[in-house]
């Protein structure tokens, strides 16, 4: 079965990090972006931050830039989101997705494919 494996979710504290994975199980991420999105109850999901795997840029919501990374790990077959200064704002579900139809990296609905999603809580 295709599909993408979110992990290394969970509750923090206000400044702490996490970094969440997101693994293609049965599936090779493709020279294309690959997101991370996030989304709260009653809101629309957003784009936090994309790689283009192939070509290498990497695009960040204002509300992430400098304090979240994303990065391509291509022998794990991976794409990683390592989260700095986690501020309660940050708090929602997160969802990793791949296989967009357009370059428009961080719009959600031009993907395809989507993990499950994982929750990351942080308390003030």
């Known amino acids: 079965r295709v599909q993408l494996v979110e992990s290394g979710g969970g509750s923090v504290q206000a400044g702490g990090s996490l970094t969440l994975s997101c693994v293609g199980s049965g599936y090779i991420f493709k020279e294309n972006c690959v997101g991370w999105f996030r989304q709260v109850p009653g809101k629309e999901r957003e784009g936090v931050a994309a790689?283009?795997?192939?070509?290498?840029?990497?695009y960040y919501s204002d509300s992430v830039k400098g304090r979240f990374t994303i990065s391509h790990d291509r022998a794990g077959n991976s794409v990683n989101l390592e989260m700095n200064n986690l501020t309660s704002e940050d708090t929602g579900m997160y969802y990793c997705a791949a296989d967009p139809n357009t370059l428009r990296c961080l719009t959600a609905r031009e993907y395809n494919r989507w993990g499950q999603g994982i929750q990351v809580s942080v308390s003030s």
């Open positions: 790689v283009h795997i192939g070509w290498g840029p990497t």
